[in-house]
């Protein structure tokens, strides 16, 4: 009867409960495919921005304890969907215009440019994280790992920082103005906390509602001090009269630009 009623307090305690099995592998698949679709999906055109707080839960959920190259590639084809999806047309369009070659090389640059600055990240992101629940204060290390991630994509080579996570809630001004302390980096880091809180929560599913509600609740805490700090800042901007901008990007071909050399 003793150890009955051991093994029943383990299995219902909050902190010590089995791990959900592993996806199948055409789950996870599916699971990384969908991460694809819902960041694309938070960025123009159809800019559905609130898809991108959970947008990293699915690949997250795929990605668990799996091993070092199937979490790569799960990461890579999240990353192929969202990136591509989103950069191959322009890509595409900019160098059929720019480019004096023949057609296969537009072609072979809008497919390999979102590989190298996009997916290829996202599979590092996804090899770090694989084993997300088990990480050291994961609500501040798996974010870090997804910064660090981006920080790559912008920095090493040429840089490419295109449609980083942070990039998605450019509407929200009162979220965005942290961006004044560290960047869209600091932006990525809350949308991806929120994301990461939400997967913990799922994952602890079986573990009652304070095992669940935990991460939810201090993600919670991070974005309204970041929204705390955003209702500040338009009321500290300088006083004066406002001026209207505009922007122009000229649209000349590469012949032209080397007229004018």
Same mark, same amino acid.
């Given at each position: ?51 991108? *707080? ?91 790992? *997804? ?14 920082? *295109? ?99």
């Amino acid at each position: 009867v003793a150890s009955e009623s051991s093994d029943d307090s383990e299995a219902t305690s909050p902190l010590r409960s089995p791990p959900p099995s592993l996806p199948a592998p055409l789950a996870a698949v599916g699971l990384a495919a969908a991460s694809g679709l819902l960041y694309l999906a938070a960025f123009p055109p159809l800019d559905w921005t609130a898809l991108a *707080w959970l947008a990293l839960v699915p690949l997250l959920l795929a990605i668990r304890d799996q091993s070092l190259a199937r979490a790569t590639l799960l990461g890579w084809l999240a990353g192929t969907i969202a990136c591509n999806g989103l950069t191959t047309p322009s890509i595409h369009e900019a160098a059929s215009r720019y480019l004096d070659a023949a057609r296969l090389v537009p072609a072979l640059l809008a497919a390999a440019i979102p590989q190298l600055f996009g997916a290829l990240w996202f599979a590092a992101f996804a090899a770090l994280a694989r084993r997300w629940p088990a990480a050291p204060l994961p609500l501040l290390t798996v974010p870090a790992a *997804w910064v660090a991630c981006e920080l790559g994509r912008a920095e090493i080579g040429y840089g490419c920082p *295109w449609v980083l996570l942070g990039h998605s809630q450019w509407a929200r001004l009162g979220l965005i103005q942290i961006a004044d302390l560290a960047g869209v980096f600091g932006v990525s880091f809350v949308v991806a906390l929120a994301n990461v809180a939400l997967a913990l929560a799922w994952h602890r599913r079986r573990r009652g509602w304070r095992a669940i509600l935990a991460p939810p609740a201090v993600a919670g805490l991070a974005i309204v001090a970041t929204l705390a700090y955003g209702a500040t800042r338009p009321a500290a901007a300088p006083a004066g009269a406002a001026l209207r901008v505009a922007l122009v990007q000229p649209d000349l071909t590469m012949d032209d630009r080397k007229s004018v050399v």
